[in-house]
């Protein structure tokens, strides 16, 4: 079977390798630390040590999935293109890769960003929205993974790093009002919402559109991260002055503690609404948002790795979207998710 680069092991990485491996695939990991079950593996070569350096050595034109936190997953990227790699990139970062073009093409590589669930699956939510109504009038996307019940602390478990979520809640949120797009704060519109079977839960803008601005005709898009009431007021009166340290042991996840990962898109034109809920609560120890993020990814990889990036997901060279993907890749990559145990639920 083929070869694949995953670079990053943490929760999600770490989950996205043993989809690979499941499938019959062999593994470079890199990482600072690759965990010892991976070392274990037959079909797992570890590589422990700097990303820039590891990926220095790799051969030409490999298919190589980016894991990384989005502060080293966006300085790897023109690394990667310029050896020709085609790559399937979860890196959160606020640097748009499309300024990689150019060098994407020249080296007839191809780089697939932002997929996990949202952004990710929930652009390809909207995408078909937008295939089955036209133009759109609104889209609210709201997403968000917290532990089943609240706490008397910071009802909250990290299940990816914890730099990529304080850049959530720090990161200018990018909109569109009216057809006009504009830059918010983080945080902003806070607001109570219900989800279903879990409670009352805080809703506030996070800049999770991304693509969707400049690829999706809509008048009005927002997206919004979901935590439990309390967390933000925490945040903003000690969080921020906080160490990132300290805030990692707070937040640290604990796959002892139920919890969940939870997705709603609702997008309409003047005449008709399509909502579409994404739900997991983790399965066989998984963690839900390893889970959501990781199925993802995983899907996309395997589409690079047993059809290519043409034929198995309709992708020229060039630095591409989720909502890029060909209507049969995003059909295929929900599938892969709902035979793995993550529900989709239509109204």
Known sequence: MAKVVALGSGLVGRFVIERLLEAGHDVIAIDLEVPASLHDHPNVEARQGDAMVEIAKLGPKQTVVNMLPGRIGDAVRPHLLASGHNVIDLAFTAEDPHEHQA????????L???????????????KQAFNALGPLENVAIKVGGNPTNMDDEWSYMAPFSPSDVIEEYTRPARIRVDG??????????????EVDGFGTMEAFLTDGLRSVLDTIPCSTMKEYTVRWPGHIDRWLNEGQTMEEEDLLNAWKFDAQREEFTWLEVVASNKTTRQKTIVQDSGMDGDGSMARTTGLVTAACALLFLEHGPLDG???EPGIHPPEGLSANAM????????????QFISD
């Not at 060098?103 to 191809?110: E, F, K, S, T």
């Not at 697939?112 to 909207?126: Q, R």
């Not at 006009?180 to 919402?193: G, K």
């Open 313 to 315: 997901c309709g992708l």
């Open 331 to 342: 059909e295929h990559i929900m599938s892969y998710m709902k035979d793995r145990g993550v």
């Open 103 to 110: 060098l994407a093409v020249a080296n007839n590589a191809v």
């Open 112 to 126: 697939l960003w932002d997929v996990g669930i949202a952004p990710g699956i929930s652009n390809m939510l909207v």
């Open 180 to 193: 006009r797009t504009l830059e918010v704060p983080a945080l902003s519109e806070r607001h109570s919402i």
